[in-house]
């Protein structure tokens, strides 16, 4: 497979540096061959970018299981990984990349020649992915596992718990020294700002917001003061302000340089649009139906996928494929947070009546016409849209936050299993039977139990059907299994 080809391409070391850019950044960045194991930093900050878009969003870790897992794409051919029969490979080859992003971040932040803003951006990013890989897997080796080769060759398990902490004040570390004005340039390797450090630092404490609003339902006493901390200091502390804000991975859109989903778009036919999704669209009246979906090309009606059914799918020539804009544009986006994400926090902690500057109903407003704008629409599409779908209750906030978060399935998947909407039962076709929701988890790796099986043992005996079991420290649904 093509995954496993890029894997022997990147598997010479953890520092080795494949450079990609949004410019020509992307072929001319390259490690400095006398000093492989030593890469300037901006190198490894370019390799980790250009990873987290390869590797982390792409069809085999976003398109395939978390975007079916979350409700918006649905698997019209090789429906396996939508009805949860997943393959060993593609699960060691996410935990491997995800793994590898973190040590190379590591080796930034721990260099002690390394500048603030560069710390900063470094403790970003990898808050990310950290972030994505205990939502995934849960709890997972860290304290001991970041320390690489000079660590622990069995490494313990951190609670979720304790990694949320982490997150916060990893997270915390670098808003201050974002904050401290350093004038330190990102380098060539910035390939997702382009050396704009203004835009990393809202980006980091944009991302705050995200990880203190996943821990609202289970631990509000830390998740509060968090949100409303960073509201209420807009001059320390800056958030994405508009869409041009957006941590979106911009693809150079030449060969070898495709966006992931267009590079899979170009040789597959394997995904359409959810029906959960359509459907919501439709009974909304939405104008980003004819954004995010095309018409079947036998009625040209807009009609969503079941996901993860029972038998086959004959005439898959009724469904609606992906809109354009998201996979048929080779320099396309990885979008890593947007701007109506941070709107539609602000939302629900209004809701929640903690002090933020807008009320529920506004920032809900703003929200939506955020996500609009982004996907091409006018104002007036979104006010006509919020005439008829107006602010009422919290449920709200998180259905279009949902709707907003078309290809980052990674978050809509949290965000799904964090709150229930949309309410999704299990996949139809899936071979574990009595489960009501589609997965609260990933399976851990064959590897990890084959090597770290002492310190794994405690945790695999709360998994159940490698899929569901002990649900996230964040994740206080009832009666769900």
């Not at 491997?96 to 560069?118: F, K």
């Not at 039977?433 to 043992?457: D, I, S, V, W």
Request: charged share 20%; glycine share 6%; aromatic share 12%.
């Amino acid at each position: 497979m093509k995954r496993n080809k890029k894997i022997a391409l990147f598997a010479t070391g953890l520092m080795a540096v494949s450079i990609m850019s949004c410019t020509k950044k992307f072929e001319s960045i390259n490690t400095n061959p006398n000093s492989p194991t030593d890469a300037p930093a901006t190198n490894v900050l370019a390799n980790a970018i250009q990873n987290v878009g390869a590797n982390i969003y792409d069809v085999w870790a976003n398109m395939n299981e978390p975007e079916t897992y979350a409700g918006h794409l649905a698997k019209i051919q090789y429906i396996d990984e939508a009805r949860y029969s997943f393959r060993t490979g593609t699960v060691e080859n996410d935990w491997t990349y995800d793994y590898r992003i973190l040590h190379d971040l590591q080796g930034v932040i721990d260099n002690g020649s390394a500048t603030p803003n560069m710390k900063a951006a470094a403790l970003t990013l990898q808050s990310l992915v950290l972030q994505i890989v205990t939502d995934t897997w849960r709890d997972v080796p860290w304290t001991q596992a970041i320390k690489g080769s000079g660590g622990f060759i069995a490494p313990a398990y951190d609670t979720q718990e304790a990694l949320y902490d982490t997150l916060t004040a990893h997270l915390q570390m670098a808003a201050d020294l974002f904050k401290s004005g350093g004038t330190d340039d990102l380098g060539d390797g910035d390939l997702l700002y382009n050396g704009k450090v203004e835009k990393w630092q809202k980006f980091c404490n944009s991302l705050r917001l995200r990880v203190a609003i996943r821990m609202a339902n289970a631990a509000p006493e830390k998740a509060k003061p968090i949100i409303e901390s960073i509201f209420a200091n807009p001059t320390d502390y800056p958030v994405f302000a508009g869409n041009d804000d957006n941590a979106f991975i911009v693809w150079p859109g030449s060969d070898p340089y495709f966006e992931p989903w267009y590079d899979d778009y170009q040789g597959r036919d394997d995904h359409a649009v959810s029906d959960v999704l359509i459907n919501q669209l439709k009974s909304t009246s939405d104008p980003r139906l004819e954004v995010y979906a095309q018409p079947a090309a036998t009625d040209g009606a807009y009609t969503g996928a079941p996901i993860g059914p029972a038998g086959s799918l004959p005439n898959i020539g009724r469904f609606s494929r992906i809109g354009a804009r998201f996979r048929e544009n080779p320099s396309g986006f990885t979008p890593l947070q947007r701007w109506s994400e941070v709107l539609f926090i602000e939302a629900e902690a209004a809701a929640k009546g903690w002090t933020v500057p807008m009320g529920a109903a506004a920032a809900y407003d703003a929200a939506v016409s955020a996500s609009m704008t982004e996907n091409g629409l006018t104002t007036g599409d979104a006010q006509a849209f919020l005439t008829l779908n107006p602010y009422k209750t919290e449920a709200d906030i998180h259905m279009q936050k949902w709707v907003a978060l078309f290809k980052d399935g990674h978050e809509a998947w949290a965000e799904e299993r964090r709150t229930d909407i949309p309410l999704l039962p299990a996949a139809p076709g899936s071979a574990y039977t009595g489960h009501t929701r589609p997965p609260f988890r990933y399976p851990y790796t064959t590897k990890e139990n084959t090597l770290n099986g002492a310190n794994l043992a405690p945790f695999l005996a709360k998994v159940k059907d490698n899929f569901w079991g002990q649900q996230m420290f964040w994740d206080k649904r009832t009666n769900v299994q």
